[in-house]
Nanobody, 124 residues
Framework: QVQLVESGGGLVQAGGSLRLSCAAS????????MGWFRQAPGKEREFVAG????????NYPDSVKGRFTISRDNAKNTVYLQMNSLKPEDTAVYYC?????????????????WGQGTQVTVSS
């Protein structure tokens, strides 16, 4: 069992930055690839970043590539999402998720555990 708790969301102006954190419980954090997803009102959950178990590989969709960076610290059982050059269309609830796999899938149904989400609002 893995429990995930996100933090770091908030209100920011367009062009600004935020850093989200996701703290995981348990002693097997390095057994899980991690992903960040987001969901805006009335829209489907969308993959925004993934990182392999030891951080050797990362993947992003085109919508955030070059602006968002995922990283992890296995010693701290934490995964991060650095978001720069934020746009109003980045407004959503952001979730971290864990999958017991080497690779971080871009498909939400692949993930085993989810956090409760943190709201990110970008004003224009």
């Amino acid at each position: 069992q893995v429990q995930l708790v996100e933090s770091g969301g908030g209100l920011v102006q367009a062009g600004g930055s935020l850093r989200l954190s996701c703290a995981a419980s348990g002693r097997t954090f390095s057994s899980y690839a991690m992903g960040w997803f987001r969901q805006a009102p009335g829209k489907e959950r969308e993959f925004v970043a993934g990182i392999t178990r030891i951080g050797a590989s990362r993947n992003y969709p085109d919508s955030v590539k070059g602006r968002f960076t995922i990283s992890r610290d296995n010693a701290k059982n934490t995964v991060y999402l650095q978001m720069n050059s934020l746009k109003p269309e980045d407004t959503a609830v952001y979730y971290c998720a864990a999958v017991r796999s080497y690779y971080a899938s871009s498909t939400s149904s692949a993930y085993d555990y989810w956090g409760q989400g943190t709201q990110v609002t970008v004003s224009s």
